[in-house]
């Protein structure tokens, strides 16, 4: 069984597992049916089993579902888990609405989220994005008070810029940064990534496999019905010139006798000491694989092949990361 190595959030935070479980996938968020609820709860307990601590939910996942999930599947045993918890999104019917960043809205959603959870302080408690409607001090402030009731222990970002990244750690210290991050998606690198490093902040980093497109199991064209279509990268001739770049990470994979999946998993594992691979999973046989991938090292001449593959901005479109 592979040992998940530890990462520290934050300069004076806890460890955690370097490999984190996102449950996002085990709610039907942008619409679709709900998976196997059963399945779904035996993946978190046989993560936590392996050591994987970190679970990442958000309150507006499956409208509060998937929050509900994660608290029948840790209960009694809260100390195995580390509850991440995003809020500030409004959906209905799986549609975006926008966000709700407001104090009084914020001192809300966490009781709601502790309810659903079954438990009495929320480990990571972070806003899903900034917009720029409320100001990033009332934001924080808001949680930082939080952390005074005891509800919650340690403030998070998510898909923030550098300067907000700052802003938000002078007013109280920011322990984790969640941003989508792969081979495919480095436009981070340039000011953000270093930002954190500086501050001595952990990087959670999701959507690994670029949405499914560095997996190689993708083909153009999509069915006319698939969701990916809503997103330039997957459309027309970006997509039939993204899947020639992901055609070398195929390559690369079968040498290596691993997937393309694991080698987008251990890339960007081996990006940084504070940089943990968010990973969604909904089912226990992508636990072996994933967790495989943690171990994978690769040769000067393979992160140079990687690296000039996909060189920021290679990958042509974008997804909701841009959003």
Known sequence: MTTIKKIQLGQNGPLVSKLGLGC???SSVWGGSTPDETESIATIQSALDSGINFLNTGDFYGAGHNELLVGKAIKGRRDDAFISVKFGALFHNAQWLGLDLRPVAIKNFINYSLTRLGIETIDLYQPCRMDGSVPVEDIIGT???????????????SEITADQLREANQIHPISVLEMGYSLA??????ELFPAAKEMGIAVAAFANT???LLTGNMKAPLADNDHH???????????????????????????KQVTPTQIAIAWVNMQGDYIMPLVSMSRRSRLQENTAAMNIEFTTSEIELLNTTFTPGAILGGTYLQR
């Open 24 to 26: 996002m996938r085990m």
């Open 143 to 157: 949680i930082a008070d939080l952390i005074k009731e005891g509800k919650v222990r340690y403030i998070g970002v």
């Open 185 to 190: 998606d480095r436009q981070v690198e340039s």
């Open 210 to 212: 670029a949405e499914g």
């Open 229 to 255: 279509l809503h997103f330039s990268r997957f459309q027309g001739d970006n997509l039939i010139k993204n899947l020639e770049k992901v055609e070398v990470l195929k390559a690369l994979a079968n040498d």
